[in-house]
T-cell receptor, first 112, second 117 residues
């Protein structure tokens, strides 16, 4: 089946610290992989995506590389800001499928 | 109005009440979704509509009844809910290719926070 496992939160970091949020997946085909972010009081927004192995998605200083050999799509940012405080969701979508499979979300809090 | 909007933002209801959640998208998309977001659980897909036709129903109890009168509007009618149905209900939309395949990116509304007493 299809599933996404991401690290349990919450994660608390100081401003300018390095961020890694781990995500691994199980899929029946060759999925596209996503990171969505949910800021307080808002819906989920697409942060970045990668559609095939070795692709790197990037946006707003965040990066994630599609690693087929380790079935992973870890999210990284070199220097976090207070405004990055949010819940981050890893997700996958198989080709031809109608829906996304989401992880449980990881809450990130960045303190000044 | 931009993006995906949902009303109400907060709803408290008793187990015998009937209420409806509304979602509207202003993006010209043809696919719409209902998700349930509970604490410490993955987002649960409930229903998918593609060009107003329901294409997915993930074993959702009949006390949840969706309605999609057109590609821009989606409702979730609620009846005799249980306290465990308390959650954030998210609506999303996405574009559909000429081939009929739904594109990858989904656009989410802010959600309705539902509390069942």
């Amino acid at each position: 089946g299809n599933s996404v496992t991401q690290m349990e939160g919450p994660v608390t970091l100081s401003e300018e610290a390095f961020l890694t949020i781990n995500c691994t997946y199980t899929a029946t085909g060759y999925p596209s992989l996503f990171w969505y972010v949910q800021y307080p009081g808002e819906g989920l927004q697409l942060l970045l995506k990668a559609t095939k192995a070795d692709d790197k998605g990037s946006n707003k200083g965040f990066e994630a590389t599609y690693r087929k050999e380790t079935t992973s799509f870890h999210l990284e940012k070199g220097s976090v800001q207070v405004s990055d405080s949010a819940v981050y969701f890893c997700a996958l979508k198989n080709t031809g499928a109608n829906n996304l499979f989401f992880g449980t979300g990881t809450r990130l809090t960045v303190i000044p | 109005e931009t993006g995906v909007t949902q009303t109400p933002r907060h709803l408290v209801m008793g187990m015998t009440n009937k209420k409806s959640l509304k979602c509207e998208q202003h993006l010209g998309h043809n696919a719409m979704y209902w998700y349930k977001q509970s604490a410490k659980k993955p987002l649960e897909l409930m229903f998918v509509y593609n060009f107003k036709e329901q294409t997915e129903n993930n074993s959702v109890p009949s006390r949840f009844s969706p309605e999609c009168p057109n590609s821009s509007h989606l409702f979730l009618h609620l009846h005799t809910l249980q306290p465990e149905d308390s959650a954030l209900y998210l609506c999303a939309s996405s574009q559909v290719r000429s081939s009929g395949e739904i594109t990858d990116t989904q656009y989410f509304g802010p959600g309705t926070r539902l509390t069942v007493l």
